[in-house]
């Protein structure tokens, strides 16, 4: 079963933080590339984060420097961790694989920045 669940997300100032975290069912996770995108309203999914299975990761611009991406594969389970928060890093937020594999996708968890 092809199953995402995120969590964590919530309303937070700018300038503070929020973890996020995503299970996947182990045929989305095992040995695969996982990412977290978030979408605006109005805008394109957009990947901002990305972890290899052994570990290895990727940035978007705009995120670098504040967010880190983390995974534990034994628990088929990968984490956004999210620091200086700005207004713009506002929309829901989805995980996957990267490439994406699977056309399904989980409900998401929103995050509110507050100015």
């Known amino acids: 079963q092809v199953q995402l669940v995120e969590s964590g997300g919530g309303l937070v100032q700018a300038g503070g933080s929020l973890r996020l975290s995503c299970q996947a069912s182990r045929s989305i996770f095992s040995g695969n590339t996982m990412g977290w995108y978030r979408q605006a309203p109005g805008k394109q999914r957009e990947l901002v984060a990305s972890?290899?299975?052994?570990?290895?990761?990727n940035y978007a611009n705009s995120v670098k420097g504040r967010f880190t991406i983390s995974r534990d594969n034994a628990r088929n389970t990968v984490y956004l961790q999210m620091t200086s928060l700005k207004p713009e890093d506002t929309p829901v937020y989805y995980c996957?694989?990267?490439?994406?594999?699977?056309?399904?996708w989980g409900q998401g968890t929103q995050v509110t920045i507050s100015s």
């Open positions: 972890i290899t299975s052994g570990g290895g990761t």
């Open positions: 996957n694989t990267f490439p994406i594999i699977f056309s399904s």
